[in-house]
């Protein structure tokens, strides 16, 4: 009876420490605002693991001029080495894939897709209060690589015409 008792304790702990591990991983989920204040990223659940979209651009529309794309529509993929995924637009694109909680507020083996330049990345997240480091670098060494504190997003005005957001 005592080894049923025991077996029994020992699982309610495993579920509260598993539960209370969730809950802390789950802190990331949001939106984001990267430093260069022109889009609103959005961190979710993709099964087990987390992910990330373009949730929102601001002025989402090629510039007069230029050779991208056709002036006044919106951001495509268009540095994608598929030729496939060249016209998939950026807004609502999945850019961010497979990270794993560590602990901590520590994300790894992500995978990043950098729209501007059509190339992938290994990836780790870090979560500091309303503060996420992203880290994207070669995957063959991640000395050589960039990091990009992103800010929880607060008093930013989305019904502002110049944003385009998701529906």
């Known amino acids: 009876m005592k080894l049923i008792r025991l077996a029994i304790l020992g699982a309610s702990m495993t579920a509260l420490v ?3 591990n969730a809950q802390e991983a789950d802190a ?3 939106k984001y605002i990267p430093p260069e204040k022109d889009s609103v990223i959005e961190i979710f659940k993709c099964g087990d693991k987390y992910c990330g979209k373009t949730a ?3 002025d989402n529309a090629y510039p007069p001029g230029s050779k991208d794309g056709v002036p006044g529509t919106p ?3 268009h540095h994608n080495p598929d030729p496939k995924l060249k016209k998939r637009p950026n807004l609502g694109m999945k850019f961010l894939t497979g990270f794993v909680a560590e602990g901590n507020g520590k994300y790894k083996d992500g995978k990043i897709y ?3 330049d059509g190339k992938t990345y290994c990836g780790k997240m870090s979560l500091t209060g309303n503060k996420l480091d992203l880290r994207g670098h070669l995957c063959i060494s991640s000395f050589l690589g960039k990091t990009n504190t992103w800010v929880r997003m607060t008093g930013i005005n989305l019904n502002d015409k110049a944003w385009d957001c998701e529906k």
Do not use: E
Request: aromatic share 6%.
């Open 56 to 58: 929102c651009i601001k």
């Open 75 to 77: 951001y495509l993929d």
């Open 28 to 30: 990331i989920l949001g």
């Open 114 to 116: 950098n729209p501007r």
């Open 18 to 20: 598993t539960s209370v």
